[in-house]
């Protein structure tokens, strides 16, 4: 079964930076670079965002409030996704969140704060 797990989150100052991380395990069928991978985002009482995506073919795509802050990457060998974020605001709090496109799985979330 395939399963994604989140990684990294946790307390940053505000214009601190953290990467999270996303690994894919449980299959040998299905690698990160086949489908298209996401991050979401749920801030506290709104509803879950797209934040960014990269296409099987390594296309990228972002919401414009992190546009220029925040990269997504993958590393094929280690079948894992990675979220850079830089220059984070409090507006950046929130559960972040690892989907796979066409397989529609889930992972569990990973919670950023952003806060002094």
């Known amino acids: 079964q395939v399963q994604l797990v989140e990684s990294g989150g946790g307390l940053v100052q505000p214009g601190g930076s953290l990467r999270l991380s996303c690994a894919m395990s449980?299959?040998?069928?299905?690698?990160?670079?086949?489908?298209?991978m996401s991050w979401y985002r749920q801030p506290p009482g709104k509803e879950r965002e797209l934040v960014a995506a990269i296409t099987s073919s390594g296309s990228t795509n972002y919401a414009d409030s992190v546009k220029g802050r925040i990269t997504i990457s993958r590393d094929n060998a280690k079948n894992t996704v990675y979220l850079q974020m830089n220059s984070l605001t409090p507006e950046d709090t929130a559960v972040y969140y690892c989907?796979?496109?066409?397989?529609?799985?889930w992972g569990k979330g990973t919670l950023v704060t952003v806060s002094s």
């Open positions: 449980g299959t040998i069928f299905f690698r990160i670079n086949a489908v298209t």
């Open positions: 989907h796979a496109g066409s397989l529609d799985v």
